[in-house]
């Protein structure tokens, strides 16, 4: 088995700290087991160069939230799938300059 469905990360919120980070193939699922949600699935830190690719995000009430303590630059979400329990695919990024090259793009909703 490869890709996302080979690595899962369980019960936790993926908080992205650091510059030039990229997040690619993996599951991210927020439940912790005893039926508690995680925020996000992945939050992302005021950082520049932050890439997440091709990963499935599920229960969790954000999939990536983009603003979290700080705002990204250069922020990419592509090629994600938003599984089922995700409330919102991708929130809080108005906050994120507008100037940045944001890129979000070929992303998919599964309910």
């Given at each position: 088995m490869?890709?996302?469905?080979?690595?899962?990360?369980q019960g936790a919120?993926?908080?992205?700290?650091?510059?030039?980070?990229?997040?690619?193939?993996?599951?991210?699922?927020?439940?912790?087991?005893?039926?508690?949600?995680?925020?996000s699935a992945v939050a992302v830190a005021g950082h520049d160069g932050v890439i997440i690719k091709d990963n499935v995000l599920i229960n969790a009430t954000k999939g990536v939230m983009g603003d979290y303590y700080g705002r990204p630059t250069n922020l990419t979400i592509t090629g994600n799938t938003f599984g089922p329990g995700?409330?919102?695919?991708?929130?809080?990024?108005?906050?994120?300059?507008p100037n940045s090259r944001r890129q979000c793009r070929e992303n998919r909703l599964r309910r």
């Open positions: 490869e890709g996302p469905e080979a690595t899962i990360i919120m993926l908080q992205v700290m650091a510059k030039n980070v990229t997040v690619e193939g993996f599951t991210i699922d927020g439940d912790d087991g005893a039926g508690n949600l995680a925020t995700i409330a919102y695919g991708i929130a809080q990024t108005e906050g994120v300059t």
